[in-house]
Nanobody
Framework: QVQLVESGGGLVQAGGSLRLSCAAS????????LAWYRQAPGKQRELVAT???????NYASSVKGRFTISRDNDKNTVSLQMATLKPEDTAVYYC??????????WGQGTQVTVSS
């Protein structure tokens, strides 16, 4: 079992930066593929970035070069550093831990609002 709690969302002007963090409890964390998703109003949830237990990363084309995902297995945290934010980045951001099979866990989400 993994429990995830996001923090770090807020209101920022376009061009600014934010750092989201997700604190995890549970023994599966270090083995899981970690990811950040986001869901804007009226839109489907979309994948933003992933980070495997081996350190491989993948980013949505819309955020590549602006967002960086990282993990700290000692502290059981996964972070998303967001730079050069745009109004279209406005969404609720969710962290996810996937450990294979049906072992997929979600946080409650944190709101990011980027004003123009």
């Amino acid at each position: 079992q993994v429990q995830l709690v996001e923090s770090g969302g807020g209101l920022v002007q376009a061009g600014g930066s934010l750092r989201l963090s997700c604190a995890a409890s549970g023994r599966l964390f270090s083995f899981a593929t970690l990811a950040w998703y986001r869901q804007a109003p009226g839109k489907q949830r979309e994948l933003v970035a992933t980070l495997t237990s081996g350190g491989s990363t993948n980013y949505a084309s819309s955020v590549k070069g602006r967002f960086t995902i990282s993990r700290d297995n000692d502290k059981n945290t996964v972070s998303l550093q967001m730079a050069t934010l745009k109004p279209e980045d406005t969404a609720v951001y969710y962290c996810n831990a996937y450990a294979g099979g049906s072992y997929s866990y979600w946080g409650q989400g944190t709101q990011v609002t980027v004003s123009s």
